[in-house]
């Protein structure tokens, strides 16, 4: 076997591996989304409000807790 036909063999299942994982990738958008973990409907508008005084998209946890508890928070 000659390095050519080696390298045919090994392009050909790195390809079909990453075939698996972009299909795999867009299943557990779809579930998650389904399920109603996520909604991506809501990043397709980061685009357009970008500006800085537009109300973030998801709030974080984290900062919710600190400010509850009255903690300083890091930016």
Do not use: C, W
């Amino acid at each position: 076997m000659e390095i050519r036909e080696l390298q045919a063999y090994a392009n050909f299942f790195f390809t079909v591996f990453l075939v698996f994982l972009l299909y795999g990738y867009i299943i557990h958008l779809y579930r998650s989304e389904k399920k109603g973990e996520r909604d991506y409907e809501q990043y397709a508008n980061i685009a357009l409000n970008d500006e800085i005084t537009d109300a973030p998209v998801e709030r974080n946890p984290k900062t919710i807790d600190k400010k509850e508890k009255g903690g300083k928070i890091d930016e």
